[in-house]
């Protein structure tokens, strides 16, 4: 068992329920099994090993909001390390290789990034220059981590605008689709002309929890209605997830399976087959399964986990087999493998079914970003683009699922429990953030698609705040973002 100790100045710099999601992390960028606790105004981090590593820690910043930052690689050592000084000297060293490596393949890099580069470099001296934890070099770490976030927002700006418009002109558009979840009701005549307007794809859910309320009888009504209208409006269709055993998604008498996995697997076998063939040649991609690497409604191995999933796709393939399918993975940063014991994170989940050909067509990646437990902790554009380009190595095209918070406040159609980190979460935020993540989501030509994960706060939905309508039906300002990004992009 390893420790790594931090000081933080001052000790409630950030509360100790955000310090306790820090987590250290090795070469692959996996996480160790870690524990974060507060001792003696120290942060403690123990883990399942000594070796060298990077702490990963949400952190808040001046005009980023609450950002997981990372160090570079440290060595474990009996004294601590002064916390803010480590995530500038961390960011700096990232930030400054990812404009070399996009330098190298032709981006031209405006003077502004380079401007506040030097600019936090000089505040990042300043900081190594005083005492740990004195007040001058308290106040520089945080400036050069305020500048070097500003530098690294101007550069993926560049980057996604430059990439975009080579795309542009060398003629390598695909076809993309940018789509959003209907949910489980029927859209009204405002939202129905929102939705044609902001996107050219829709998600139908299929949820399982809806359709078989009880066991082997179905109703299909909403859904029929939902296919329906796609069509109608020319929209292509996204179907499913149709595994996704978490809370929300299953049937409440699913638990009758708990111990007993032959039966839950011809029960979810029972389920797809009639779902397929409903609707086969109604769908445009199957999405076989949803947060298959994190779901706990039952208490699944992880063998089981991928018994399933293979299952599912197995079967969707043999029932349609000219409609593309898709797989999710939750958390795909995989934060959550530090609080529990994993044999399989994310990514090696997903390696391990691409190796098996089963003639998936892609990847998803579902982002609820922000949200603890059971989301993604938020972080840069930067950090995003070094992600997907990671995901990207399993040679397979790449699909979105985000979701993002405009409140923190109380939510009382959120099925989840998990809420957004720090209190300034508004509408504003959330769309400061598809204007400042999107577009470089957009610049990677092997994401095939992008869907928002939830269109209504005034129905039931998984996470708080997260719709594009809000309670009082209205839309909010992120619709006319992805309206307009619509327009430019797709």
Not at 444 to 453: E, H, L, N, S, T
Request: charge should be negative; aromatic fraction near 8%; hydrophobic fraction near 40%.
């Amino acid at each position: 068992m390893g420790a790594m100790r931090f000081l933080v100045c001052p000790p409630d710099r950030i509360r100790p329920e955000v310090a306790e999601l820090a987590y250290m992390a090795g070469f692959e960028r996996i996480p160790w099994r870690t524990r974060a606790r507060w001792i003696n105004g120290q942060l403690i981090v123990e883990r399942s090993a000594s070796d060298s590593g990077n702490m990963f820690v949400p952190w808040p910043v001046e005009g980023h909001g609450v950002v997981t930052l990372s160090t570079a690689s440290l060595m474990e050592r009996a004294e601590p390390y002064y916390l803010p000084l480590e995530l500038a000297r961390g960011k700096i060293a990232q930030t400054r290789n990812q404009l070399a490596d996009w330098q190298a393949i032709g981006l031209v890099v405006p003077q502004s990034v380079h401007t506040k580069l030097d600019e936090a470099m000089a505040q990042f001296i300043l900081a190594v220059g005083g005492p740990p934890g004195g007040e001058e070099s308290t106040a520089a770490a945080e400036t050069a981590l305020r500048l070097v976030l500003d530098a690294g927002a101007l550069l993926a700006e560049c980057y996604a605008e430059q990439a975009l418009t080579v795309r542009r002109r060398q003629n390598l558009a695909q076809t993309r689709l940018l789509g959003v979840d209907l949910g489980v009701t029927i859209l009204d005549e405002h939202a129905a002309e929102a939705v044609v307007d902001a996107f050219n794809a829709a998600r139908v859910t299929m949820a399982w929890r809806e359709i078989e309320t009880s066991e082997g009888s179905r109703d299909w009504e909403i859904f029929d209605k939902q296919l329906a209208w796609c069509r109608k409006q020319g929209l292509p269709v996204c179907g499913g997830p149709l595994l996704q055993l978490t809370t929300g998604s299953s049937p409440d008498w699913l638990y009758l399976f708990e111990g007993d996995f032959a039966a839950l697997q011809a029960s979810v076998s029972d389920f797809v087959e009639a779902t397929v063939t409903r609707y086969k040649g109604q769908i445009d991609l199957w999405q076989c399964g949803g947060r298959i690497n994190t779901g706990e409604t039952l208490s699944l191995h992880e063998e089981e986990q991928v018994q399933l999933a293979v299952q599912v796709v197995e079967q969707v393939r043999a029932l349609d087999p000219h409609t593309p399918m898709v797989v999710s993975f939750d958390q795909p940063w995989s934060e959550y493998v530090a609080r529990r014991d994993v044999d399989f994170p994310p990514y090696y989940f997903a390696d391990s079914l691409v190796r098996a050909n089963l003639g998936l067509a892609g990847l998803m990646l579902e982002l609820n970003w922000g949200y603890q437990p059971g989301g993604t902790l938020p972080r840069d554009p930067l950090d995003l683009s070094r992600t997907l380009d990671l995901w990207s190595g399993l040679g397979m095209p790449l699909y979105l699922s985000v979701c993002v918070p405009s409140g923190s406040h109380s939510d009382p159609f959120a099925r989840s429990k998990a809420l957004p980190l720090g209190p300034e979460r508004n509408v504003r935020t959330q769309q400061l953030w598809l204007a400042r993540h999107l577009p470089v989501v957009l610049a990677k030509p092997y994401v095939r698609g992008i869907f928002w994960g939830q269109l209504h706060d005034y129905a039931p939905h998984d996470f708080a705040h997260g719709g594009l309508f809000d309670l009082r039906r209205h839309p909010k300002p992120a619709l006319r973002t992805l309206a307009s990004l619509k327009r430019a992009c797709f």
